[in-house]
Each structure stands twice: as structure tokens, then as C-alpha cells.
């Protein structure tokens, strides 16, 4: 969490310093309005892959993640992992290529694909280009 939060905001405190200090710090930053996204569930029968894949800099330690679910919204398959030093689009790409890997392993049904990377959605869609 401290490692996350230092490289989110950029904090020129040690971490150290930020987990002595956490209350103080974290009060000193303005609170932000933010948008929770609604999970929308897929059609009866099918289920929803959602991944994820980040970088804590372009290259640096990366790590990515995934979930499946019914169209009940219960948890078929979730993880996630690091994986090494990464750029933000690999993570994402591997985030998606995994959970399909293991999606057509599993030989579940039909599949709705949800993520944030615009670029890791097109690469799946045409094998011709991508990281």
C-alpha cells in the first residue's frame, strides 16, 4: 500500500516516514471526488472476464489481475500477480491473454471481455499488430 501510494502521488517521504506518519500524510492531501464503476452483469448463461494490468512506470515493476464472473455476479476465478518489470500496455495485454488462456482452458461458454485498455481490447481483436 505505502509503495503504491508513494508512487501515485509522487510523496517525497521515505516509507518509513509515511507508515510513522500515515494519518498526518494522508490528511495533508485534498480528498477527491472520485466514480466508482457499476459492474454490469453479463447475459443469463454467459460470464464476464474483467482484467487489468499496470506499471508503476514505463518500464518498471509491473503486476496484473482478473476476474470472472456469472451473470450472478459470483466469483468463478480471480488473481493477481506481479510479473516482473513491464510497460503499462504489456501489463494489459498480458492481463487479457491470461484470463483468456485460462477461460478457453476451462471451457466455460460464452465470454464478454471487459477492461480500461482500449489497446489491449484492439490487439486481441487483430492478432496482426500489438506489443
Known amino acids: ?12 517521504y521515505s516509507a518509513g516516514d509515511m507508515l510513522r506518519n500515515w494519518n498526518r500524510i494522508i ?3 485534498p480528498l477527491r ?23 508503476f512506470g514505463n518500464p518498471r515493476p509491473a503486476g496484473i489481475g482478473r476476474v470472472l464472473r456469472n451473470e450472478l455476479g459470483d466469483e468463478i476465478m480471480s488473481f493477481s500477480i506481479p510479473i516482473g518489470v513491464s510497460d503499462a500496455n504489456s501489463a ?4 487479457l491473454l491470461f484470463g483468456l488462456k485460462w477461460y478457453a ?10 477492461g480500461d485498455s482500449s489497446n489491449a481490447l484492439a490487439w486481441a ?6 506489443p
Open 33 to 55: 471526488k472520485s466514480i466508482s464503476p457499476r459492474w454490469i452483469a453479463p447475459p443469463a448463461g454467459w460470464f464476464k472476464l474483467n482484467f487489468d494490468g499496470s506499471s
Open 92 to 95: 494489459e495485454a498480458r492481463a
Open 105 to 114: 482452458a476451462n471451457n466455460m461458454g460464452p465470454l464478454i471481455v471487459e
Open 125 to 130: 481483436a487483430n492478432r496482426s499488430s500489438g
Open 27 to 29: 490528511s495533508e492531501r
Open 1 to 12: 500500500m505505502i509503495s503504491w501510494y508513494k508512487a501515485k502521488v509522487k510523496s517525497p
